[in-house]
């Protein structure tokens, strides 16, 4: 059997995300490039904790030998997880197989690409969307004439012109992989930190088409669909029609997870939403910021009174598992503007809340404000604020340790008894900043803390420096700790263990799916 000619590519942030943008590639080699080009293209995908040496030698172990007269091509899909190790992968495989086409494509390398170390070391590049471009590229490259440009602006075709890439999920994906689905691409939002910013508008697929698509997928098992559309409820007859897709085919393993804006919730998607049972759905909501001259600052929209109200209703009368993102940094954003925006965001309780800190994304408008508003960003990926003239390096750092804790402590569910007594007083966000820096100076630890360390840390602080009374706060503890499902022996409730012979039964859905969220950088 001959090699691959083209092998697709790309180094997943985890194994359980698949790459939508490669399916679509192979979906559309033959439309778009022959169906002799798909016969002979291949997807390999990696983790980006895979070693570089062992991600170069099964891609040479999949192109074989090199036969003379016979190109083949490698593309990448570059995202700003994949850059780093992406480029040594590229750098390897060019001194291994001098002859190889390497072709990249992704958002990491759509904007500022001048400066790219991976760049330099492709033979080309396409910007923007590679559907119909790829394919186009890879016939050239195998059968001439040869491209004249290193560099091509992707050409975006009409949607209707794009084979949809659902029939290239395969059984392990179906069976183990979080199934990403898109029902429409772009956003007419210009919030200047994310790059969807850049899209100008929103373009729908034809519902029939996705719905046919989705359809099929179901009947071959999918139940866990991740749709990556920026704004889920724009249009909302669309909106409506994916919704009630799912409702007619309900089943307990049922998983959507949607993105929305918080401010556009008519009656109509209430009432819908409120149908849906506990553990279908699950929306990513960005919040951002609350503060208004930030909003306006960085071009986003948000009617914030709107924004609470729809929270709130969604919180106490559907179903639906709340994921809302507040980003640390933003352009003249103090700590104190930032933690009121937390307060009042608390106070909805949601049930998780995303702390991010602000990355600057190559292309993205907020490189505008960086000489007026101070901003000092990290020059490697994830390029992640340092300072602005609003928050200096240290609170940078001092938020970020908050962040992770928050994560550890809140978003994680474990302690949902203890948590409200933590943060008890005028502000919550004070409350865990105040606790924040006490677990810092008495572990210096950010990561490596288990269940048990985090459980002691909460008793010793609580009964220590805010001064309860040990007894009931002991109830408390154990409580939280029960039901979360441990089972070590955490030194605080020492004697009040004993005797549990049987394991605790595990608990609530919401905790078990908790997944990776894409969080910060989307709506
Ligand atoms: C799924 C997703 C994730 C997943 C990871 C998925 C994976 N495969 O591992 C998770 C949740 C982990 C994630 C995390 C983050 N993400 Co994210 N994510 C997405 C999301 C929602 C969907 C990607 C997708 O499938 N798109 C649909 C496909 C069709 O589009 P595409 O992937 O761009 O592919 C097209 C082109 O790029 C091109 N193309 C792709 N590959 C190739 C290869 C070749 C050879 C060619 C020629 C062309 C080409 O052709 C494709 C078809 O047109 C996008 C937003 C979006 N809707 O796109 C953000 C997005 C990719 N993420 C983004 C960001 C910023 C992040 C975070 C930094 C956010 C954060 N938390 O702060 C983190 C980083 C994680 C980390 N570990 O460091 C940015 C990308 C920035 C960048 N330069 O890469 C995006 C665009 C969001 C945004 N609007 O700003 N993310
Ligand atoms: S943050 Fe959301 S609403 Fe704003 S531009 Fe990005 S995708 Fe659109």
């Not at 390999?44 to 999949?62: M, N, Y």
């Not at 920026?230 to 089943?251: E, P, V």
């Not at 010793?460 to 039901?483: C, S, V, W």
């Amino acid at each position: 059997m001959l090699p691959p000619a083209i092998i697709l590519s790309t180094l997943n942030a985890k194994y359980i995300h698949a790459s939508l943008g490669l399916r679509y590639l192979l979906a559309n080699m033959a439309r778009h490039g022959g169906a002799d080009l798909r016969e002979r293209t291949v997807v390999h995908e990696f983790t980006i904790v895979r070693p570089v040496a062992e991600i170069v030698d099964a891609l040479l172990a999949e192109l074989g030998e090199p036969v003379d007269g016979m190109p083949q091509i490698i593309g990448f899909g570059v995202y700003i997880w994949n850059v780093v190790p992406t480029t040594e992968v590229v750098r390897q495989l060019r001194q291994a197989r001098p002859a190889l086409k390497i072709v990249l494509g992704g958002p990491e390398v759509s904007y500022e690409w001048e400066d790219q170390e991976i760049v330099r070391l492709a033979d080309h590049l396409i910007t923007g969307w590679g559907d119909v471009s790829l394919p186009k590229l890879c016939r050239a490259l195998l059968n001439g004439p040869p491209p004249l440009m290193k560099v091509i602006p992707g050409e975006q075709p009409a949607l209707a012109d794009i084979e949809l890439p659902y029939a290239e999920y395969g059984a392990d994906d179906l069976a183990h992989r979080l199934l990403y689905v898109e029902a429409s691409r772009g956003c007419p939002f210009k919030c200047e930190f994310c790059l969807s910013s850049l899209d100008r508008t929103a373009w729908a697929f034809a519902p029939e088409r996705f719905l046919a698509a989705l359809e099929t997928l179901y009947q071959r098992g999918a139940r866990n669909f991740k749709f990556v559309d920026r704004t889920f409820n724009l249009k909302i007859d669309s909106s409506l029609t994916i919704l009630q897709f799912f409702l007619d085919r309900l089943a307990t393993d049922l998983f959507l997870h949607f993105e929305v804006i918080p401010d556009h919730l008519p009656e109509r998607l209430k009432a819908m939403i409120a149908r849906f049972p506990p553990g279908v759905l699950q929306f990513e909501v960005g919040i951002q910021t609350f503060n208004p001259d930030v909003q306006q600052a960085i071009s986003r929209r948000q009617d914030n009174a709107r924004t609470c109200e729809n929270l709130a209703w969604l919180v106490n009368h559907s179903q639906a598992h709340l994921h809302t993102d507040l980003i640390f940094g933003l352009p003249g954003e103090t700590l104190a503007s930032f933690a009121a925006g937390f307060d009042r965001l608390y106070a909805l309780r949601p049930h998780e809340i995303q702390l991010g800190v602000l990355k600057r994304l190559r292309g993205t408008p907020i490189a505008r404000h960086s000489m007026a508003f101070g901003m000092v960003y990290d020059a490697q990926p994830p390029y992640s604020v340092q300072q602005s003239s609003a928050v200096d390096a240290l609170t940078v750092l001092r938020f970020t340790r908050l962040a992770r804790y928050w994560d550890l402590l809140a978003n994680a569910g474990r302690f949902p008894q203890t948590l409200p007594i933590l943060l008890a007083g005028p502000s919550p966000f004070a409350a865990f900043l105040a606790f924040a820096d006490w677990l810092w100076q008495s572990t210096g630890q950010t990561s490596r803390l288990t269940p048990e360390k985090l459980l002691d840390a909460l008793f010793d602080y609580l009964t220590g420096p805010i001064g309860m009374e040990k007894e009931g706060l002991r109830q408390t503890l154990l409580a939280d700790y029960q039901a979360s499902g441990a089972r070590a022996n955490p030194a605080c409730l020492q004697g009040l263990l004993r005797g549990r012979d049987k394991p605790i039964p595990r608990v609530p859905r919401a905790l078990a799916q908790r997944q990776e969220r894409h969080g910060k950088s989307a709506c």
